[in-house]
């Protein structure tokens, strides 16, 4: 069966430090993928989504970037973290077109100090 | 600017009761749905797909789709405490992506 592997699950940053979220995949080929955020007490925002190593589109314009070196494996970037980047990060997984369901893994919160 | 909608509740309901929490959404052509729990702190874990008009049941769980009008509904029935979470309505939008709802927030009183 597929699983979803995210960490750290707790992070806290200073403001203007870099930031590296890894996310993998096990159990299934050529996965989409995609990076959320929620903010607290808020709705999911999607941020990026890949539909193939190296294919990334970002739906939301910040100092955030994202990334696909292998198959199974999705990385959301910094350089300079803000304050406004705290939130619950979550990636998550779907096969098939984008009329499948997606499946989340655990997250990371992460608060910007 | 693709939109879908849920009461932000919360929504409360005594133990054994049908707890009803509806959906619309503002894009005509969608054409694949779904429901999601969230469990506070946790993450979002699936617990519907539908695609079809009419009713879905899985379990206590009940998706009802309604494309004419643009709404989807889910239904708990014999509610429990731990059915207590917030619950995210998912529209597929053209074969895109997906647009969450804010979610309800439901209560279950023992």
């Known amino acids: 069966s597929q699983t979803i592997h995210q960490w750290p699950a707790t992070l806290v940053q200073p403001v203007g430090s870099p930031l590296s979220l890894e996310c993998t995949v096990e159990g299934t080929s050529n996965p989409n993928l995609y990076w959320y955020r929620q903010a607290a007490g808020r709705g999911l925002q999607l941020l990026f989504y890949?539909?193939?190593?190296?294919?990334i589109s970002s739906e939301v314009p910040q100092n955030l970037s994202a990334s696909r070196p292998q198959d199974r494996q999705f990385i959301l970037s910094s350089k300079k973290l803000l304050l406004s980047d705290s939130g619950f990060y979550l990636c998550?997984?779907?096969?098939?077109?984008?009329?499948?369901?997606?499946?989340f893994g655990d997250g990371t919160r992460l608060s910007i100090l | 600017q693709k939109e879908v909608e849920q009461n932000s509740g919360p929504l409360s309901v005594p133990e054994g009761a049908i707890a009803s929490l509806n959906c619309t959404y503002s894009d005509r052509g969608s054409q694949s749905f779904f429901w999601y729990r969230q469990y506070s702190g946790k993450s979002p874990e699936l617990i519907m797909s539908i695609y079809s008009n009419g009713d879905k049941e899985d379990g206590r769980f009940t998706a009802q789709l309604n494309k004419a009008s643009q709404y989807v509904s889910l239904l708990i029935r014999d509610s429990q405490p731990s059915d207590s979470a917030t619950y995210l309505c998912?529209?597929?939008?053209?074969?895109?992506?997906?647009?969450f709802g804010p979610g309800t927030r439901l209560s279950v009183l023992p």
């Open positions: 890949s539909v193939g190593i190296g294919q």
């Open positions: 998912a529209v597929e939008d053209y074969g895109q992506n997906f647009v």
């Open positions: 998550a997984w779907s096969v098939g077109g984008f009329d499948q369901p997606q499946h």
